[in-house]
T-cell receptor
């Protein structure tokens, strides 16, 4: 079966650092993706991991541990515009299908 | 500009009246899919297509049809819509294969069935 878990909601303060966790149990694995989605808008791509370790991209970093079925998205120097939902998605073995987690709604407070 | 275009953006219809939501991409992607998004449930896949004339069911296909006659287009058809199909729908496309080939999403279609 396919199961991806994320916390439902998180709150953080402007300028702070926040870590959004994702655990997954999927029948196949060919990469883990993080997307950002503002309310009512389309998801947009943030980061990609296929090997264990940390990928850094400006204020955003993503970590993957395949043996633990675990990933996190780290957001530094939070800004108000970072208030959005963050979706964790696993791509299957054939490199085609994406399975999405329920998303974590992040609120950044002044 | 590389994009996925869905139409309409908003639609209110009545139970049982057939409707089609169009989706078109200009990136020559092989893979296209449809999702619905409901509060607390995240994105759930309805149907996907690996190439022209190749389609398959996702997790929640009941009540929906699709077709892939051309590479760029992947319409979603609701033959007899019901209120439980009220949702936010997204079309997505991606390049086949591995690597950082992320999915590109359309702007979304908010459907209300009364």
């Amino acid at each position: 079966g396919q199961n991806i878990d994320q916390p439902t909601e998180m709150t953080a303060t402007e300028g702070a650092i926040v870590q959004i966790n994702c655990t997954y149990q999927t029948s196949g694995f060919n990469g883990l993706f993080w997307y950002q989605q503002h309310a009512g808008e389309a998801p947009t791509f943030l980061s990609y991991n296929v090997l264990d370790g940390l990928e850094e991209k400006g204020r955003f970093s993503s970590f993957l541990s395949r043996s633990k079925g675990y990933s996190y998205l780290l957001l530094k120097e939070l800004q108000m515009k970072d208030s959005a939902s963050y979706l964790c998605a696993v791509r299957d073995n054939y490199g085609q299908n994406f399975v999405f987690g329920p998303g974590t709604r992040l609120s950044v407070l002044p | 500009e590389a994009q996925v275009t869905q139409n309409p953006r908003y639609l209110i219809t009545v139970t049982g009246k057939k409707l089609t939501v169009t989706c078109s991409q200009n990136m020559n992607h092989e893979y296209m899919s449809w999702y619905r998004q409901d509060p607390g449930l995240g994105l759930r896949q309805i149907y996907y297509s690996m190439n022209v004339e190749v389609t398959d069911k996702g997790d929640v296909p009941e009540g929906y049809k699709v077709s892939r006659k051309e590479k760029r287009n992947f319409p979603l058809i609701l033959e007899s819509p019901s209120p439980n199909q009220t949702s936010l729908y997204f079309c997505a496309s991606s390049q086949s294969g591995t690597g950082a080939t992320e999915a590109f999403f359309g702007q979304g279609t908010r459907l209300t069935v009364v």
